[in-house]
């Protein structure tokens, strides 16, 4: 039953002297961070519509002004571990007073940005192979290609700092909805990028 907000409770609290200890209540004051990795403001987009990449067919393809952000997911353990041995990419391309968000799983970065381990039979990590995959192909197809003419399936070691860093600098970026893993996730490519 919804309490009505015109209604009292009556009656007296009663609560037990306990310690905060008893609750293993850890919290802090963060400052949020408006910027994108390359230091740009990220645009307000209040009002706008969203959509995320289960909005969008495979096939399509969106455009728009790039805004990149890695999520550090830095929680920790009792052990003082991180819990998570993963962080998140996301691409936002926003076009006027529509924007559609895009998500690329990674392997947990270095100290200098490098990430280890990409491989494009990883359902879980697809997204974040696609994305280095597609980048390196758009700076020159020859980069994803073996001297036999195979492309590559595995990214042994990528600064995927750097790589966000180039998209984020952008003024356009367009991206193709591609079929991911087989967990039924989609994932996207880099089809192109300039400066206007």
């Not at 200890?21 to 004051?29: K, L, P, W």
């Not at 974040?128 to 492309?151: A, H, I, P, Q, Y």
Request: proline content about 2%; hydrophobic content about 30%.
């Amino acid at each position: 039953m919804a309490i009505d907000k015109q209604e009292k409770i009556e009656g007296e609290r009663v609560v037990e002297q306990s310690s905060i200890d008893d609750f293993g209540f850890d919290a802090e004051y963060t400052e949020s961070e408006y910027t994108t990795i390359s230091g740009k403001e990220q645009r307000n987009l209040q009002g706008a519509t969203s959509y995320n990449i289960g909005d969008i067919e495979i096939g399509n393809i969106v455009t728009g002004y790039p805004e990149l952000v890695i999520f550090p997911n830095n929680d920790k353990d009792e052990n003082g571990e991180f819990k998570r041995n993963y962080q998140s990419v996301r691409i936002r391309a926003i076009d006027h007073d529509e924007y559609v968000d895009l998500y690329a799983n990674i392997p947990r970065r270095d100290e200098n940005g490098f990430i280890e381990g990409l491989n494009k039979y990883s359902n879980f990590f697809r997204t974040g192979f696609d994305l280095c995959f597609s980048f390196m192909r758009w700076l020159d197809e020859t980069n994803v290609v073996t001297s036999d003419g195979e492309e590559i399936n595995r990214i042994n070691k990528i600064n995927i700092d750097n790589v966000c860093k180039k998209i984020d600098s952008m003024d356009y970026v367009k991206i193709k909805i591609v079929k991911g893993g087989n967990d039924g996730y989609n994932s996207f490519i880099i089809v192109d990028m300039k400066n206007l």
